[in-house]
């Protein structure tokens, strides 16, 4: 038996393999992401069913974020001076309940969390939103958020990444991870 030619066969036969599964890898992710398009589009139809109209368009990543560990202290730089806009890698922070705090450090979490989409936030909290009387969303955005922990003294909190959903009655926040 010709051993070179057996092995030519080989590879050959294995590169056909790989093409076969890499493009029905592929094909699944094509499939699913245009399952997830027309998901986002039947969300945004139905909004606009109950009344609510958008006049942005809703943003379509799901990044992985980690969770925040703030650490407020008073050797930390002062918040007087600082940009009324704090963010971590281009996602605001928004802090509640911590606005006398001399200032803070972040740390990154190790573990990375999956963002869900926003229309799937939206339509959770949409019956908040058809009894405050919510007639348009301005804009989606995600956000790092820190809820007020009823603490006065922490010196410690966690922010977690939701989706920020701004309305013409007020801003509402809804948890972004899966």
């Known amino acids: ?3 070179s030619k ?3 066969i080989l590879i050959v036969a294995l590169l056909i393999a790989d093409l076969f599964i890499g493009s029905y890898y592929l094909s699944g992710l094509l499939r699913s992401r245009r399952e ?5 589009q039947d ?3 139905y909004l606009e069913q109950e009344g609510i109209s958008l006049e942005a368009p809703l943003p379509q990543d799901t990044p992985r974020l980690p969770a925040l560990t703030l650490q407020f202290s008073d050797d930390a730089p002062s918040a007087a001076g600082a940009p009324a806009h704090v963010e971590y890698e281009n996602v605001p922070i928004v802090l509640f309940g911590q606005e006398d705090a001399a200032g803070f450090t972040i740390t990154p979490g190790e573990v990375m969390i999956e963002t869900a989409p926003a229309y799937r936030a939206l339509l959770r909290i949409l019956p908040s939103l058809k009894e405050a009387g919510v007639r348009t969303i301005r804009v989606v955005e995600l956000v790092y958020y820190v809820a007020e ?3 006065e003294d922490a010196s410690e909190d966690t922010a977690l ?3 920020g959903i701004f309305t013409d009655r007020g801003i509402y926040y809804e948890p972004a991870f899966q």
Do not use: D, L
């Not at 997830?36 to 986002?40: A, F, S």
């Open 161 to 163: 990444p939701h989706w």
């Open 43 to 45: 969300a945004v139809r």
């Open 1 to 3: 038996m010709n051993w």
């Open 36 to 40: 997830e398009q027309q998901r986002m």
């Open 149 to 151: 922990s009823g603490i």
């Open 6 to 8: 057996a092995k030519t």
